[in-house]
């Protein structure tokens, strides 16, 4: 059989848990992320295809069936509302956005319109459930990506985020001099969110269960300087000078990650570098977790601020506390932030497990937009992003 007719032979349909995990997983195995022959990163998701999506309020999972019932293909999709670039008589402040993620297929039925199909099959499904908007993130450097989203589907450049990641040591990360670091309970960290972040791009109207799922480990506000703590409600009626705020998410409850393909001297020099940081904490080695085997992350979410240049500093003390709370329960932590969030600036990750431009696309659907003539998909970023954990 031919291209087109192999291409013809396929089906485009719903995942189907009871049969379709094995077919699925196969092809996700098939298409882990890496050069050829080098190293690659693999993600377990515990046997559950919809790990990555089913905490999300709506969501869906499509599969490419080839003759013979064999999967070749699939995407992964959800549904949410969230804040806009911002509420003017021009824009609206919020809409609902749809999520693309997890698209493969398999080589062997590559450049066939599998990838095309798959996309707009789950587009409909968008705009069924009332989506404005569909987005997906992907790496600059992934042309078939671009040139699908953006060549063929309609797709505009959107958003340049960066994710920041610092690996986890034996010992103690130093965070910065008089900063005070304080737990919220969810409910006051919902009302914190929604008072200061809720029309932060992308902010989701959920928001309460966001921070209630069992993955969320919490939420944390950093002070600098002098300021007695007296509850979310004297803070909201009198901030600090300098403040931030900032959520962690367990992916580890979702999927494992494992880097493959490493040569033995790499691993070799990894090991010796846990080893002297585990027998000799006071000299802060710089080692390299154990990334060779199935590990686990966190994901901070939710990260703000407020205040002077201080906020900066808060910010810091934040992701340094996360670090050290990860020891012995997380190989990284990382945290996702727009291009021009002045917060970045002194959040401390590796350069070498960093991708300092991710890039996000967007496309106005059919029904998308409340206001006519104006388009989210080309607006001007603003100067924070709320990255939901439900979909990294």
Request: charged share 25%; glycine share 10%.
């Amino acid at each position: 059989m031919g291209d087109e007719g192999m291409a013809a032979a396929v089906v485009i349909r719903e995942y189907d848990p009871a049969t379709d995990r094995a077919g699925t997983e196969a092809v996700d195995r098939e298409c882990e992320v890496g050069p050829a022959g080098g190293m690659s990163l693999h993600a377990d998701l515990l046997g559950d295809p919809l790990a990555r999506v089913r905490h999300s309020p709506a969501y869906l999972m499509l599969v490419a069936e080839a003759a013979g019932g064999q999967i070749v293909g699939l995407i992964r999709g959800t549904v949410k509302s969230v804040a806009t670039a911002g509420a003017t008589t021009s824009s609206p402040a919020s809409a609902s956005v749809g999520y693309i993620l997890g698209l493969r297929v398999s080589p062997s039925h590559r450049r066939m319109g599998v990838a095309l199909r798959l996309v707009r099959r789950l587009e409909q499904w968008f705009e069924r459930t009332g989506a404005a908007y569909a987005y997906m993130a992907t790496d600059k450097s992934n042309e078939p990506s671009l040139r699908l989203f953006t060549g063929r589907c309609g797709y505009s450049k959107f958003r340049t985020p960066s994710l920041l990641v610092h690996p986890v040591h034996a010992h103690r990360l130093r965070g910065p001099r008089r900063a005070a670091v304080h737990r919220l309970a969810p409910r006051d960290a919902e009302r914190l969110y929604r008072a200061r972040l809720a029309r932060v791009e992308f902010f989701p109207a959920d928001i309460g269960a966001v921070l209630g799922n069992p993955l969320s480990l919490g939420t944390f506000v950093s002070i600098v300087d002098d300021y007695e703590w007296r509850g979310v409600e004297a803070f909201l009626a009198s901030p600090p000078a300098s403040w931030a705020v900032a959520s962690l998410w367990d992916c580890g409850g979702a999927f494992r990650l494992e880097v493959r393909g490493a040569s033995r001297a790499r691993r070799a020099a990894a090991a010796a570098s846990r080893a002297l940081d585990a027998r000799a904490k006071w000299m802060r080695v710089p080692s390299v977790p154990d990334f060779f085997r199935p590990f686990v992350a966190w994901f901070v979410y939710g990260l703000g601020g407020g205040g002077d240049d201080g906020s900066t500093r808060a910010a810091e003390a934040l992701f340094v506390a996360f670090v050290n709370m990860a020891r012995g329960r997380a190989a990284a932590v990382a945290v996702e932030v727009a291009a021009c969030d002045p917060l970045r600036r002194r959040i401390p990750h590796w350069r070498s497990l960093s991708c300092e431009e991710d890039l996000w696309c967007m496309k106005r659907l059919g029904s998308g937009g409340d206001v006519e003539g104006w388009d989210w998909a080309r607006s001007a970023p603003g100067q924070s992003i709320f990255v939901d954990p439900r979909e990294v």
